[in-house]
């Protein structure tokens, strides 16, 4: 209705509470998934975060503002086919490789760690579907 995301609503309770929550929280304690504990601490801060952006819907507030910065993603990394069969090659000999490995083989790939480090998290998750 008011057209925020959950991430956005966990951002905004950090940014104004002090308390960010996740979007997968968010998302529990709307199908009631959550402890009563935690469900207890939530809901006073979701309904005083509810009626400031009740109250200001139509006008551009500092919830407008906060569900603007957001969370900045990086851009979905797409691995060439050569390198992708050298990382293959490389998880065959070693699935779980040091982090100086990652870096050396990150450098000789000319991609980034972290996209090297990530490759290999979910080389080993696709692993243990198979």
Not at 33 to 57: G, R, Y
Not at 63 to 89: F, H, N, P, Y
């Amino acid at each position: 209705k008011l057209g925020f995301t959950q991430a956005d609503v966990g951002l905004a309770l950090g940014t104004l509470y002090g308390n960010v929550f996740s979007q997968t929280t968010i998302c529990r304690f709307e199908a009631l998934q959550l402890s009563f504990k935690n469900m207890c601490k939530l809901k006073p801060l979701l309904n005083k975060w509810l009626e400031e952006a009740d109250s200001s819907s139509g006008s551009p507030t500092s919830i407008d503002k906060i569900a603007a910065q957001g969370r900045k993603r990086k851009k979905r990394t797409s691995i060439e086919v050569s390198v992708k069969g050298a990382l293959e090659s490389h998880f065959l000999k070693c699935p779980k490789p040091s982090a100086q490995e990652i870096t050396s083989l990150a450098d000789s790939l000319q991609l980034e760690k972290e996209v090297v480090r990530v490759w290999f998290c979910n080389r080993r998750q696709k692993e243990k579907r198979m």
